[in-house]
């Protein structure tokens, strides 16, 4: 899966409440093992298969990125 399909496929959790199990569900939807949850703390190397959420201080997903 590209990450342009990933994007398509994740676009509906945009906005919704950051919870650890959203992990397990991205990597089931999108057959990527690495996936990075709001402040989970990882390497800094690049990984272009991996999976960043990114989100706000009330604990919302505001975006995705890779990398």
């Given at each position: 899966?590209?990450?342009?399909?990933?994007l398509q496929q994740l676009?509906h959790?945009?906005?919704?409440r950051?919870?650890?199990?959203v992990?397990?569900?991205i990597?089931?939807?999108?057959?990527?093992?690495?996936?990075v949850?709001?402040?989970d703390?990882?390497?800094?190397?690049?990984?272009?298969?991996?999976?960043r959420?990114?989100g706000?201080d009330a604990?919302?997903?505001r975006?995705?990125?890779?990398?």
């Amino acid at each position: 899966m590209t990450n342009d399909e990933v994007l398509q496929q994740l676009q509906h959790l945009i906005g919704s409440r950051y919870v650890a199990t959203v992990k397990a569900y991205i990597s089931e939807l999108t057959g990527r093992a690495r996936v990075v949850g709001i402040n989970d703390i990882s390497t800094k190397e690049l990984d272009p298969d991996r999976i960043r959420l990114l989100g706000d201080d009330a604990g919302a997903i505001r975006s995705v990125s890779f990398g």
